[in-house]
């Protein structure tokens, strides 16, 4: 049960209340009479509804539909509340705080980040801070160019196309790793300095493996204090990879037997002991079950050559379709 779940209030959650009564920009003076009901009707007078206050309701669709991942969902869910209540703060003429949203997503592959990234991106397109609300992913080979003023060129390109949404750096470590004379200290630089120059048009999210992450936070001592937000994307316990797995094939229409599961399971514990550090997590899941439904397409064109296979038959993935 997710944090959202876990509240008793109508739609499984309690959220900010529109009806907060704060007094709009009027010093509180302690006088009787006329000035008195002035300030009295200045407490009661409700802020103005926020146009898109029920928009977490799609996001949080969209959350739910992920297994696991509590604590990314409530920082989420915090993102939300921060932005929700900067924005009744700055309508009652209160200053709202930080404005910077860059982060840092730490996580082995296949662990739901570039997920999450879009939907985050599409939260804040909802709450109006960023105005598109779009993913731009890229990797070093994207922002790295060939010679002097080619990568600055580049990088400055792709941050133009993220403006007004998100720019998702994958593996952003590898900018660093070939030192001072490398092109990738010249991404960095730019990509530092948009941050600076475009502070509120987009955000960017540099993602890549915990240990990695770390280290170049570590070694680029500038960069930790301008990304405020970090998210920990955890790997997927086992029961977790077949629940991921099971909703993957229900979004799909197709159903996997008791004794694929056991299968699946068995593939899964193998997988992730001998692929120690290099496991793929859900994505993993999602390559398997997509090549078993390659295998099944087969397995029944074969079997029923001569007549149609039943409803449930073209449902059923079978254990001997699972091959890894
Ligand atoms: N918690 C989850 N519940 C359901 N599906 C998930 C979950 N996490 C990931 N997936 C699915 O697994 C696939 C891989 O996820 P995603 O691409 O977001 O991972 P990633 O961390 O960005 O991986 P990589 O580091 O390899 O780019 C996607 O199809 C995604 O929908
Ligand atoms: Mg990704």
Excluded: W
Excluded at 101 to 127: E, S, V, W
Excluded at 170 to 195: H, N, P, Q, W
Excluded at 266 to 290: D, Y
């Amino acid at each position: 049960m997710n944090k959202f779940e876990s509240k008793g209030s109508e739609g499984g959650r309690d959220r900010p209340s529109r009806q907060i009564n704060v007094v709009l920009n009027s010093q509180p003076t302690y006088q009787s009479g006329a000035s008195a009901r002035v300030l009295e009707e200045d407490i009661k007078l409700p802020i103005k509804p926020l146009p898109d206050a029920d928009h977490y309701s799609e996001i949080e669709k969209e959350l739910d539909a992920m297994i696991g991942m509590d604590n990314v969902k409530s920082l989420v869910y915090e993102i939300y509340a921060l932005l929700y209540i900067g924005r009744m703060r700055s309508e009652a003429g209160l200053t709202s705080g930080s404005q910077v949203y860059h982060m840092i997503f730490k996580g082995n592959p296949g662990t739901g980040k570039t997920t999450i990234a879009r939907i985050i991106a599409k939260l804040f397109q909802k709450m109006g801070v960023l105005s598109k609300g779009h993913l731009i992913e890229v990797e070093r080979a994207d922002l790295v160019g060939e010679y002097i003023g080619h990568t600055a060129q580049k990088t400055r390109d792709l941050v133009r196309k993220a403006m007004g949404g998100v720019l998702f750096v994958d593996e952003a470590y590898s900018l660093a790793r070939g030192g001072e004379k490398d092109f990738g200290k010249e991404a960095i630089d730019t990509l530092v300095k948009a941050m600076e120059d475009h502070r509120n048009q987009f955000i960017l999210i540099l993602a890549g493996y915990p240990a990695e992450i770390e280290d170049f936070l570590m070694t680029n001592p500038g960069l930790p204090s301008r990304f405020p937000i970090q998210i920990q994307f955890p790997d997927y316990s086992i029961d977790q990879l077949l629940q991921i797995g099971e909703l993957m094939m229900k979004d799909r229409e197709y159903v996997l037997l008791p004794a694929t599961v056991f299968k699946l399971r068995e593939c899964l514990l193998q997988a992730k002991m001998n692929e120690l550090f290099s496991f793929s997590n859900a994505r993993f899941v999602r390559n398997i079950l997509e090549k078993a439904i390659r295998h099944q397409a087969v397995r029944l064109l074969h079997m029923y050559a001569n007549s149609a296979p039943s409803k449930q038959e073209l449902m059923a993935i079978r254990p001997e379709d699972l091959k890894s």
